[in-house]
């Protein structure tokens, strides 16, 4: 069956200017979650939606970080006034239990 | 909030030998400690689980053990191959996907023939 989808999985972008992700869950995952990855680095939390409940935004690392579940499917993260230190793969992944299923990521580079 | 501490950073072996990646956590009402396997340019994979009511699991050449007590996790890789060489990453949380998981900073192992 089909994965968890990120898209795109390479993006340049001009710091200053805003980008958004999008990430696919696995259909009936009620869990989504977003991790950034540095590059050589480990899996940072910045946030996590369960259903209904209010999503858990304790890792976003600035105010220029947001994120929204449309639908209770769905989800973009966006970044605002992008920075060089956002370069970063950013993972998605989506869970309907405990394992946690991840995309591919994708590959932002702000320069 | 949950902390997790992985240990060593890196870890060369030479093929056969065995491997032991440590994590320690901070949070006493995390029960679901997962394992995860990322090789070079790939998304993680979970490789292993174990939920607090286990002191052990074991998957073939892969098994990981849990000290509730000491908040301390280790996974453990036998007859180690090539292509066993990635990087590990060990997560704690709450299970049922009620909670985020936080994972640890990863172990880069190299396995050498």
């Known amino acids: 069956g089909a994965g968890v989808s990120q898209s795109p999985s390479n993006k340049v972008t001009e710091k200053g200017k805003d980008v958004e992700l999008r990430c696919d869950p696995i259909?009936?995952?009620?869990?989504l979650y977003w991790y950034r990855q540095s590059l050589g680095q480990g899996l940072e939390f910045l946030i996590y939606?369960?259903?209904?409940?209010?999503?858990?935004k304790s890792g976003l690392p600035s105010d220029r970080f947001s994120a929204e579940r449309t639908g209770g499917s769905v989800s973009t993260l966006t970044i605002q006034r992008t920075q060089q230190e956002d370069s970063a793969v950013y993972l998605c992944a989506s869970s309907a239990n405990s394992p946690l299923h991840f995309g591919n990521g994708t590959r932002l580079t702000v320069t | 909030g949950e902390n997790v501490e992985q240990h060593p950073s890196t870890l060369s072996v030479q093929e056969g030998d065995s491997a032991v990646i440590k994590c320690t956590y901070s949070d006493s009402a995390s029960n679901y400690f997962p394992w995860y396997k990322q090789e070079l340019g790939k998304r993680p994979q979970l490789i292993i689980d174990i939920r607090s009511n286990v002191g052990e699991k074991k998957d073939q050449r892969i098994a990981v053990t849990l000290n509730k007590t000491a908040k301390h996790f280790s996974l453990h890789i036998t007859e180690t191959q090539p292509e066993d060489s990635a990087v590990y990453f060990c997560?704690?949380?709450?299970?049922?996907?009620?909670?985020?998981?936080?994972f640890g900073a990863g172990t880069r192992l190299a396995v050498h023939p």
């Open positions: 939606f369960q259903g209904n409940s209010a999503p858990d």
């Open positions: 259909s009936g995952h009620t869990a």
């Open positions: 997560a704690g949380g709450l299970s049922g996907g009620y909670n985020k998981l936080i």
